[in-house]
């Protein structure tokens, strides 16, 4: 499968949704500086064999087995009850409040409630300045970034549709099949399924966040 290496050092955040394959989150999970398992996301943590830094939530869909084999561990387990906020914003909330990180990876946090996976975005976009955020579904990795200059890497003819949210201004892209040189993009089809033509894509833009979505491969 297509592995997209987040820049390090990186934080993960386990979410109790969907994943995408075991071995494509080992090989994310096990380069992460700081694992947090929000709620739910031990269940997942237990199964695969990954032991958290912190499991943060309400506490209301870790299982009872989960719960018990981390406290063993003494991982530590810090309940917020808080119904302000989900578990996904207070481990993000807590993570910028306590640590210093440039970059963060959720996994589990798409999936099965379709309400629940727009929230995650929403929350993402939001809190995603200075902060990158990449999340993960089943089939695909959904990368939003703040204004700057950013290089990523991609493997060639893999697609990328780039997005505004709402907008983005003074637009430079290269490296890929349809360029974009000082333009302002807006909501719309304008970007999807652009091609990559170089194993580096840089993209540079004033104001705005923009959100990049590119297919995990086989």
């Not at 499968?1 to 995408?20: A, D, I, R, T």
């Not at 695969?48 to 530590?76: C, E, K, W, Y």
Request: hydrophobic residues 40%; negative net charge; aromatic residues 8%.
């Amino acid at each position: 499968m297509n592995y997209q290496v987040p820049k390090s050092p990186y934080y993960v955040l386990l979410g109790n949704g969907e994943y995408p394959e075991e071995s494509y989150c080992h090989r994310i999970i096990e380069d992460a500086e700081f694992i947090i398992c929000s709620d739910g996301g031990a269940n997942f943590a237990q199964r695969i064999g990954i032991i958290p830094h912190l499991i943060i939530g309400d506490l209301d869909s870790i299982s009872s087995a989960a719960r018990n084999h981390f406290t063993n561990l003494n991982v530590p387990i810090l309940s917020l009850e808080s119904q302000k906020e989900n578990d996904l914003e207070k481990a993000l909330n807590y993570v910028m409040e306590n640590h210093t990180c440039n970059h963060i990876v959720l996994l589990g946090f798409l999936g099965l409630r379709d309400d629940h996976s727009f929230a995650t975005m929403q929350i993402a976009e939001r809190l995603s300045d200075p902060v990158s955020i990449r999340t993960y579904s089943k089939s695909a990795e959904y990368l939003i970034l703040p204004p700057g200059n950013h290089s990523l890497v991609f493997p060639i003819n893999h697609t990328v549709s780039i997005f505004a949210l709402p907008n983005a201004n003074n637009l430079i892209t290269s490296g890929l099949k349809w360029n974009l040189a000082h333009e302002d993009l807006f909501p719309g089809s304008h970007g999807v399924s652009n091609v990559v033509t170089n194993d580096t894509v840089r993209i540079s833009f004033d104001t705005g966040k923009l959100m990049l979505i590119s297919p995990l491969q086989s």
